[in-house]
């Protein structure tokens, strides 16, 4: 990606002083995108004028089973070349999931995380002075006001403190192991502080899903300790709280008890056609190639799940007086 820095920072000024005035504020959503396969998708992105884009993980698909880095690096520079310039002109945001955090799977016990963490700063261009640069994991967060309101935005680190996963892929068994960890002890008390600061709007983004239960692969419900721990610290916000998943190579929108989840996945890697179901599912799961929106107005917020072509799949609306 090449960096406009005069166009940067002007949309930086634009958004910090509300010179930029619009209806509606637009984010994209989407994970999923190997740097070795077409990527069609963008056209269509390009076209819904985002203010913003966030990526959920699997940003590029530089992972090998000994847990080399060597295909990670040729993966960066490749994505790099391939990403469309329009993406200097809006806010990019993002974390990781396993294929570009270093192993298919992949928990704590990788030994190249913190060069793949340092690889990862580094592509994505995040200043040195970032905190992600001094400490552990590429957990951080944002707040941002629209139209008077604070919306508090985590992205959590599913990868870098993740316990070991129990049984084998695709039929993952529960890791009921009471020290059994997805954050880790330091991103929990991480966690716990920012929810404690005071917010009007709440978004979580994690590379695998949170509230779906009844499939095989990835899931907090692997530990469902830590599943258990994060909903119910959630829970008093679940009128003003969306979670925000990747990974599955199938996109959806489920909700438990108030709280909104909505999988963005895959952007071209298109997932298998099984027939997949979850007790907490709206509608159904999509494994064709896909994107997210979530544009928020003064009083409600869309989210739209879309095909390659743009074409609306699945969407629910919300409330935010």
Not at 17 to 31: E, R, W, Y
Not at 68 to 97: G, T, V
Not at 193 to 208: A, G, H, P, R, V
């Amino acid at each position: 990606m090449i960096h406009n820095t005069l166009v940067k920072i002007f949309f930086l000024f634009c958004f910090s002083f509300n010179i930029v005035k619009a209806d509606s504020i637009k984010f994209g959503l989407g994970s999923c995108l190997d740097q070795d396969y077409p990527q069609p998708i963008w056209q269509s992105i390009q076209n819904e004028d985002f203010n913003y884009f966030i990526f959920l993980g699997d940003n590029v698909y530089g992972d090998v089973p000994s847990g080399s880095l060597r295909k990670m690096r040729r993966a960066y520079q490749k994505q790099k070349s391939i990403l469309p310039d329009f993406l200097d002109e809006i806010n990019i945001l993002s974390i990781w999931d396993d294929h570009d955090y270093g192993i298919n799977d992949g928990g704590s016990d990788y030994r190249n995380k913190k060069r793949s963490q340092k690889m990862f700063l580094d592509f994505w261009e995040i200043p040195k002075d970032d905190l992600r640069h001094k400490r552990e994991g590429i957990y951080f967060s944002k707040e941002e006001i629209f139209f008077n309101k604070k919306f508090k935005l985590i992205f959590l680190d599913t990868r870098y403190f993740r316990s070991d996963l129990k049984g084998r892929k695709g039929r993952y068994a529960k890791n009921k192991d009471p020290n059994a960890t997805i954050l880790g002890v330091e991103q929990w008390k991480w966690f716990q502080d920012q929810i404690n600061k005071d917010f009007d709007f709440l978004m979580i983004f994690s590379s695998i899903q949170i509230i779906p239960q009844d499939h095989g692969f990835e899931k907090w419900d692997n530990f469902p300790k830590e599943r258990d721990k994060i909903l119910n610290i959630i829970k008093k916000y679940k009128d003003k709280t969306i979670l925000f998943s990747g990974d599955r190579h199938r996109s959806g929108i489920y909700k438990k008890d108030g709280i909104i989840e909505v999988t963005a996945s895959s952007m071209n890697k298109p997932g298998s056609t099984f027939f997949e179901n979850d007790k907490y599912l709206i509608g159904k799961t999509y494994p064709q190639v896909n994107y997210s929106i979530l544009e928020i107005f003064q009083k409600s917020i869309n989210i739209t799940i879309k095909d390659e072509s743009g074409k609306v799949l699945n969407s629910i609306n919300l409330n935010v007086d």
